[in-house]
């Protein structure tokens, strides 16, 4: 096997919690790993967040040496690897928005439908690297939604909101929001699982 192709098919049955263990463990090598293997999602998903894309290139820099110094409190009995990194990714690009830049609304598009798929397949696909969700079976499903759970979901996923944020946006209590979202998200699954 060519070594190109090798590269790849290593990457796409990479172990997230191993090389988390990995990380903690002080092997750079895994931390270069998750990085050439999650980089560009994590890009678009900091991108969809700060709006821009100087910013959102040293905030992905950032969140990475945020993984590799707490790599050592992540525990696989808790949830994925995978989901973990996305979540420390995920909030320093909140950090980075809260402090100084705001977030704008934004109609959703194709291209924010596909960032949502991807997010949504990670957080609901067993392996969690399956990539094949089609956009418009998530159009489809997210159609399904009551229109206040589907600003919820939009809102989180596309747009980067915090519930507080939603919940204010849309003049509902914290716990209603809470309550769409994960409702929604299980809904989402259900709907985008095969039968």
Same mark, same amino acid.
């Given at each position: ?13 990479? $172990?997230? $919690? ?21 980089? @560009?999602?994590?890009?678009? /998903?900091?991108?969809?967040? /700060? ?15 945020? /993984? ?10 808790? !949830? &994925? ?8 990714? *995920?909030?320093?690009?909140?950090? %980075?928005? *809260? #402090?100084? @830049? ?9 291209? $924010?439908? %596909? #960032?949502? &798929? ?9 392996? !969690? ?22 600003? =919820?979901? /939009? ?15 849309? !003049? &509902? ?17 259900? =709907?985008?699982?095969? =039968?």
């Amino acid at each position: 096997m060519p070594p190109a192709a090798a590269s790849a098919a290593a990457a796409l049955i990479l $172990d997230h $919690d191993a090389a988390l263990q990995a990380c903690a463990r002080g092997e750079r090598f895994a931390l270069r790993m998750l990085y050439e293997h999650e980089g @560009r999602w994590l890009l678009g /998903v900091v991108r969809r967040i /700060v709006r821009d894309d100087a910013l959102a290139e040293d905030v992905l820099q950032d969140a990475f040496l945020q /993984v590799w110094q707490r790599a050592a409190t992540f525990d696989a009995a808790l !949830g &994925s690897g995978r989901g973990w990194i996305y979540t420390v990714v *995920r909030h320093q690009a909140l950090r %980075a928005v *809260r #402090g100084g @830049r705001g977030v704008e609304t934004v109609a959703v598009d194709p291209e $924010d439908l %596909a #960032g949502l &798929s991807d997010r949504l397949q990670s957080a609901t696909a067993p392996d !969690g690297d399956d990539r094949g969700l089609d956009t418009a079976g998530l159009e489809r499903c997210l159609d399904r939604l009551e229109e206040r759970p589907r600003a =919820c979901v /939009v809102h989180a996923y596309v747009d980067g909101y915090t519930h507080e944020q939603i919940a204010t946006r849309l !003049g &509902s209590p914290l716990g209603s929001v809470k309550s769409w979202i994960r409702r929604s998200l299980l809904a989402l699954r259900e =709907c985008l699982s095969p =039968c």
